[in-house]
C-alpha cells in the first residue's frame, strides 16, 4: 500500500467495495469522482493492457453519482486491430450504469523524423524542492498529496502544482504509471473551473485526458491552461507532466453546483 495509507477499494469476490477515503465532497457525497476515473481506467488498463499498445486517449462520462456501495466494472472490445484498440467499459452501481468509459490504444512504433512544434511548456521546479502542505486527513483532503508552485484552489488566475498520490487505488495492487495518471487526472476539473474562494463551483460531469508517453516517477504536474463558461455550463483544460516534461492533457466540462459549506471553508482556508 502507497505510504501505508488505506487504499480506495477493496476487492470481495467479483465486486470492488469502496473505503470511507473513496467519499467525494458533493452534497449528499457518493464516490469521489477520482476514484470513479481512476477504477474505470485501471481495470480497462489491467484487462486489456499490452505493453505494446499505448492508452493515448482516455473518455470518461460521470452521469450518476454513485453511492458508497459495493460495485462492478463490466469491460468489452469495441475495436481490436494491428494498430487500435477500443476499449468501453461501465461501472454498475446497484444494478444500474453510473459512469462509463472509452479507452483508445495506439500501437507503439518506429517514431518518424522531424520537428514539430511543441508549444510552451512549463519549467516547475522539482515537487521535492517545494514545501510541503501540512498533512490533512478530514474529507476531500489528506487523500493524496500537493505541492503548489503557482496560486491556489481558492486564488483566481493560472494554477500550477505537483500531486503525488499517497494510497493504492485497489488493495494489494500497486498503481501502474497509467492507473497513477488515471486516479489523479479528475483534478483538472477543479484545477480549471474552480472560481475561486466559497461559494458556488462546477462540478464535472466528464473526464478526457490524451497521453503521448507514460509517466516516469511519482509525481504529476497539472497547468491550468483555460477556463470558459456560460449559464452554468463550464469547460476547462489542464496540461500533465512528469518530471522530464509534458506527457499530455486533460479536460473537463461542468455544471454549476454549490459547495458544502464546510467543504468551501476547508478549501479557502
Known amino acids: 500500500m502507497t505510504q501505508g495509507n488505506e487504499p480506495f477499494f477493496r476487492r470481495e469476490g467479483d465486486f470492488l467495495v469502496p473505503n470511507a477515503c473513496a467519499r467525494g465532497p458533493w452534497q449528499g457525497a457518493g464516490l469521489h469522482g477520482r476514484v470513479i476515473v481512476g477504477l474505470l481506467a485501471s481495470e480497462i488498463e489491467r484487462r486489456h493492457g499490452d505493453p505494446d499498445f499505448m492508452p493515448a486517449r482516455v473518455t470518461v462520462d460521470l452521469y450518476r453519482a454513485p453511492g458508497m456501495v459495493p460495485l462492478q466494472i463490466e469491460t468489452r472490445v469495441a475495436r481490436e486491430s494491428k494498430r487500435i484498440r477500443v476499449i468501453d467499459a461501465d461501472l454498475i452501481s446497484e444494478g444500474r450504469s453510473a459512469g462509463r468509459a472509452s479507452i483508445q490504444f495506439l500501437h507503439h512504433t518506429d517514431h518518424p ?44 488566475g493560472e494554477r500550477q502544482l505537483w500531486m503525488r498520490e499517497n494510497r493504492d487505488l485497489v488493495a494489494g495492487e500497486p498503481l501502474t504509471p497509467f492507473g497513477r495518471v488515471a486516479v489523479g487526472a479528475d483534478y483538472a476539473s477543479p484545477l480549471a473551473n474552480m472560481v475561486g474562494g466559497p461559494g458556488y463551483t462546477f462540478i464535472n460531469s466528464d473526464l478526457t485526458f490524451y497521453l503521448a508517453r507514460l509517466p516516469e516517477g511519482e509525481w504529476i504536474g497539472f497547468e491550468s491552461v483555460a477556463h470558459e463558461a456560460s449559464e452554468g455550463v463550464a469547460i476547462g483544460h489542464c496540461n500533465l507532466y512528469d518530471e522530464k516534461g509534458r506527457i499530455g492533457w486533460a479536460s473537463a466540462c461542468g455544471m454549476a453546483q454549490k459547495v458544502r459549506g464546510d467543504i468551501a471553508a476547508r478549501s479557502a482556508g
Open 113 to 156: 523524423g522531424g520537428d514539430p512544434w511543441h508549444g510552451e511548456t512549463w519549467s516547475a521546479p522539482h515537487a521535492e524542492t517545494l514545501p510541503a502542505g501540512e498533512p490533512r486527513d478530514d474529507t476531500m483532503f489528506g487523500l493524496w498529496e500537493m505541492r503548489w508552485v503557482e496560486g491556489s484552489i481558492s486564488s483566481i
